[in-house]
């Protein structure tokens, strides 16, 4: 197997795009990373995307998008596991240069979510959780994560307050960030009189929706030496599964595929949560950035309200946590996000991050999540 | 890259299964798959499926159907290529075994296209041609391909009857087939009077809409030979992509994402047309399967039709396509198609086939097209 470096990437202000279309965001994207790196062609492509044929009625776009580029008639994949697409088109465009089946491959996330002239966004959102055994019954996915939240509040008392500053100090990021759909900071006063969504996730503490796109380009380390960018090596990759429904798991706090997908890229990396200098992670709802630091180790099980509490994963702390914004500020075009934590992994090891810089940063970690925790795409990367 | 093989093969009875959801069609066939191979827990799995969102509201189901298989945590993806989808799940599990990053590999399809409780079959069909120029005028996809028809007509002097004895050909293939959807012979006057669809497509040219699930285990070459099967290989397989919309190609009765993907094969298998033993390809309607033909070099351009008529393409031809009774009398649910034309060619090579049995058969091509030729998938399969 080769080693594997990102070379280029590329991503737009995110935010509700009205005046432009799926293919429009997309390849406006794509263009971007194949600037950045220095390429007019390449060899086979992957789209993440959770769901183009409710959202805007569109399937087939994996040959779509590769005309559109003028990539075609070269391979295109669309891969697709709910909020997760993007990380795992990532994996499957590595395997494919690390195999050493294809050099430059173009890997990328998008989804077009706020002008569906079909059924509502949190229809086309629902369809990630199981629809015989949650959406039949109505639950939508700001109930499930409720539901996660509120048992997290029992079993290890994670107080109202620590939800709100995970959602204050990734406003906080994002304020820092250009491309964020919402970049400004917010109070935990704000969070907490924010209109309530489901008790106990306030407004304030769920992701928006999002139109956006993100794109990255990965070739072999061998090669990406002779560009000019510093060379960030892709050292790990994990993805694992879960049953998507609560109502079969044994603890709806403990997010298996996130333990499972970050063991595996932390095995094959070398590495441990004490060697990753900041991570991007999945934020859809404030707890789920609480579970999944306990998923990946950064914090022992329930201390997880805690620590974001005393500021251990803030820009300054010791690791940072969604330097980007995460999900909550920077926006969740739901198939793009698995992408965009490329993106900000990379501008961050290049020192190319401006005013949200982390200093010295050399190891990251990117851990993407499908639904309530179904599915975990996680990637390890490290500046040389 | 180590050479990989088939080593079981799963499909029940297709056709509107009402009385099963998707997942309970999945496991039936994904169980009867590892059965079959003589496994009881699989690596990783692919399942191709063009529209589980639009058709059953259910997106996310890599992870739902790992977890009903009893495999979760086991890394789970869904590819997507409208009706290649079952194609490509074969492709990236087939990159990933030959890689060497996994041994043991579910490939699989499947789609619950007849009790949506949303929009019909034919809308979400649609999503694989180009909502924006094509969709948006109102056409389908018999539209697409009677377009298709017309040009060809005109162009090669291809008869109303030749068109026909596809349709004739596939049903008398299909008769023979216990798992086909309509297995029973049709006459070419029974297509003539069939109903008028898209002129001049009748209902007789169409494949059906179809609940079904098909599911393969592969493995090296080297973990196949210890097993109880004769071994089939895959020694070669292509992935192109074209524009989605017909609009935009220079000759629309051409398969140019057919060509190409057919031509990665053929080189990577070191084969060509005369090689091949039979066919198993995409006849989505009759005028598919005659610019097919064209595409992989069967024939050639223009000669599809007056092929059909002289009998090569028969079950006792020169070169058998569609033994299995192809889309049209076999069913076509559409992520499931590819895979199903898998569990056909593993049949005929291992002297399964029963009445269909195709004598001395060694090399055999899959083709699995997504909409109106904007993706298609081949593989070539070789007997030891």
């Known amino acids: 197997m080769r080693d594997v470096a990102v070379i280029g990437i590329g991503m737009t202000k995110w935010g509700e795009l009205w005046n432009k279309s799926l ?20 060899d ?49 465009g590595l395997m494919e240069v690390a195999s050493g089946m294809r050099d430059v491959v173009l890997v990328s996330g998008v989804e077009k979510m706020t002008d569906s002239t079909g059924p509502e966004a949190t229809f086309a959102l629902g369809t990630a959780a199981d629809q015989e055994y949650e959406g039949y019954h109505g639950i939508t996915f700001p109930g499930l994560y409720a539901l996660i939240a509120r ?12 939800l709100a500053m995970v959602s204050v100090k990734n406003h906080r990021n994002g304020a820092k960030n250009p491309l964020a759909q919402y970049p400004f900071e917010i109070s935990v006063a704000a969070v907490l009189q924010s209109v309530m969504i489901a008790d106990p996730l306030r ?8 139109d956006g796109a993100a794109a ?10 002779k560009l000019n960018h510093p060379v960030v090596r892709i050292t790990g990759t994990g993805h694992a599964t879960d049953s998507i429904s609560l109502c079969d798991r044994k603890d709806i706090t403990w997010l298996e595929s996130t333990y ?51 500021g251990l994963t803030a820009l300054e702390g010791k690791i940072p946590v969604n330097p980007s914004g ?58 040389d």
Chains 1, 2 share one sequence.
Do not use: W
Not at 66 to 76: F, H, K, M, N, T
């Open 23 to 42: 293919r429009d965001i997309y390849v406006e994207t794509a263009l971007m990373a194949m600037d950045d790196a220095g390429v007019d062609r390449i």
């Open 216 to 225: 990255a380009v990965i070739c072999p380390v061998e090669q990406a030496r």
């Open 151 to 162: 048992a997290h509040m029992e079993a290890y008392g994670t107080t109202r307050e620590q």
């Open 44 to 92: 086979s492509m992957y789209v993440g995307s959770m769901s183009p044929g409710v959202f805007v009625g569109q399937e087939h776009i994996a040959s779509l998008l590769a005309d559109y580029l003028g990539q075609a008639p070269i391979p295109s994949t669309r891969v697709e596991t709910a909020c997760a697409s993007g990380g795992l088109a990532l994996r499957l």
């Open 260 to 310: 499972q997908a970050g063991r595996q890229a932390y095995a094959m990396a070398d590495k441990k949560p004490g060697d990753i200098d900041f991570y991007e992670v999945h934020d859809c709802f404030t707890i789920a950035e609480i579970c999944v630091m306990e998923a990946l180790g950064i914090v022992e099980k329930g201390r997880g309200g805690e620590a974001v509490e005393h």
């Open 326 to 383: 995460g999900l909550k500020s920077k926006g969740h075009p739901v198939g793009a996000t698995g992408i965009a934590q490329v993106v900000e992994v990379v501008k961050q090891l290049r020192g190319e991050a401006g005013d949200r810089q982390i200093p010295n940063a050399r190891v990251a970690m990117t851990q993407n999540m499908g639904g309530s925790g179904g599915s975990t795409v996680t990637h390890i990367f490290e500046r």
């Open 203 to 210: 407004i304030l503490d769920c992701s928006p929706i999002t």
